[in-house]
């Protein structure tokens, strides 16, 4: 299995509160993605990086950022947590960009629920 | 994003070829198929991938449509470890996104 820890595995937290979920590879992969993942949208792109410092959106980034000052990890932050914010997280990586070798490869998720 | 089309559920017996269809009518040339499941509580597993060429590996064999609009995954001997949702996807040659369509719902009986 690749080597992706996302943390933590669960967690529940008020709205309004900030939350921060964490991904750590030890792949040494350039790219990153977050993911999320909900009952009749599949799985849908947040936010990606393609290196140290270097982040780009997704399809769904309102309401949350992202920070990856270090090749291993890649930080998932909800400034202030609302209700439509509860899902599973998932962490992806992948060697390169391209589609021609690179599959993406994803940690086990973590499960948020906003109250 | 080109957009693809699978059936939403699909049954097959414990050591039987399973062949998972997936349409891709409006694929563009540089896009690859990309096949990913999914087991419960946890994340999507990469299976297999390809361009223009059928392709084979450990775990599974893809077919691809002479004209590249469709394409077929094929379990050889389904296990009960193989139930899953199985996602289809086009990934642009250049592309950082992987889009995730509602996949197919295998079930494999004993």
């Known amino acids: 299995d690749a080597g992706i820890t996302q943390s933590p595995r669960h967690k529940v937290t008020e709205t309004g509160t900030p939350v921060t979920l964490r991904c750590h590879q030890t792949e040494n992969h350039r790219y990153m993605y977050w993911y999320r993942q909900d009952p009749g949208h599949g799985l849908r792109l947040i936010h990606y990086s393609y290196g140290v410092k270097d982040t780009d959106k997704g399809e769904v980034s309102d309401g949350y950022s992202v920070s990856r000052s270090k090749t291993e990890d890649f930080l998932l932050t909800l400034e202030s947590a609302t209700s439509s914010q509860t899902s599973v997280y998932f962490c992806a990586i992948s060697e390169s960009q391209t589609g021609l070798n690179s599959p993406l490869h994803f940690g086990n998720g973590t499960r948020l629920t906003v109250t | 994003d080109a957009k693809t089309t699978q059936p939403n559920s699909m049954e097959s017996n414990e050591e039987e070829p399973v062949h998972l269809p997936c349409n891709h009518s409006t694929i563009s040339g540089t896009d690859y198929i990309h096949w990913y499941r999914q087991l419960p509580s946890q994340g999507p597993e990469y299976v297999i991938h390809?361009?223009?060429s059928n392709v084979n590996n450990r775990m599974a064999s893809l077919a691809i449509a002479e004209d590249r609009k469709s394409s077929t995954l094929i379990l050889h001997r389904a296990t009960l470890r193989d139930a899953a949702v199985y996602y289809c996807i086009l990934r642009a040659q250049y592309g950082n996104k992987l889009v995730f369509g509602a996949g197919t719902i295998l079930r494999v009986k004993s």
């Open positions: 390809g361009l223009t």
